[in-house]
């Protein structure tokens, strides 16, 4: 399994743990996705820490495994990595992203569908959306939650010129919420899950905030395509 899941006072914690970056191959978008499903239909009562093993969030999609697939494995990796994200951003309770190190390309999106996000300040940490450098385009879903959760002028900073930033500088621009020391991140996650579902109306509001952004993402998952699998297949007939 590409993650370990612990379950404690009301608060499941899942720790991405694919060595030696948290890549996500297919499988383990399949697993997240049915894990983050899973925690969908039953919410904790408290919340749920996404996190990662070792010194890294998740460098995103594993590009040496999804070159190597076949193309229908390919086209069931784009769809997954939107069915997972849709789960993930609609879970009803309180999500807390806890960053110990770099979070890129997918990887960073991942971190932008915490209603929380802390991570380790640390100058040496790089965050960014690189898909542009890494030759992968984005799948539809994780265009949906950048729209939602990035103005359009930080969308096209970061996309178009692969640019990383420190979370530090992402903290200043208010991507990041919280800065923490390594000894300190985990336990500044369980106090934010609870203070944050302390508030009686959470559920209701993330729901009203997000419900733009989740029909889009519902209606992405129940269509079962995506642009960028037909862009993907006209480009092989050529």
Excluded at 49 to 68: H, P, W
Excluded at 180 to 202: G, H, I, K, W, Y
Excluded at 209 to 233: E, F, N
Aim: hydrophobic letters at 45%.
């Amino acid at each position: 399994m590409s993650f370990e899941v612990s379950r404690a006072d009301g608060i499941t914690t899942v720790a991405l743990s694919r060595p030696p970056v948290n890549a996500l191959d297919l499988p383990a978008i399949e697993d997240l996705r049915a894990l983050f499903a899973g925690l969908r239909a039953d919410p904790p009562d408290e919340g749920v820490i996404l996190t990662g093993k070792g010194r890294c969030f998740s460098a995103g999609v594993d590009t040496r495994a999804f070159s190597a697939y076949s193309a229908e494995n390919r086209a069931r990796m784009i769809l997954g990595i939107s069915a997972m994200v849709a789960e993930l951003y609609a879970l009803p309770c309180p999500v807390v992203t806890a960053a110990p190190g770099h979070a890129l390309g997918g990887g960073f999106v991942l971190m932008l569908c915490g209603d929380v996000r802390l991570s380790v300040d640390d100058d040496a940490i790089k965050m960014g959306l690189t898909e542009a450098r890494a030759g992968v385009p984005f799948p539809a879903g994780p265009l949906v939650v950048l729209s939602a959760e990035l103005s359009p002028e930080r969308i096209r900073r970061l996309t178009l010129s692969s640019q990383t930033l420190s979370p530090a500088q992402l903290f200043g621009q208010g991507v990041i919420d919280q800065l923490c020391s390594p000894d300190d991140l985990m336990e500044a996650a369980v106090r934010t899950v609870r203070d944050t579902a302390s508030q009686p109306a959470f559920g209701l509001v993330k729901a009203q905030v997000r419900a733009g952004a989740i029909s889009r993402l519902s209606q992405i998952v129940a269509s079962g395509k995506d642009p960028l699998i037909l862009a993907r297949a006209a480009r092989s007939q050529e």
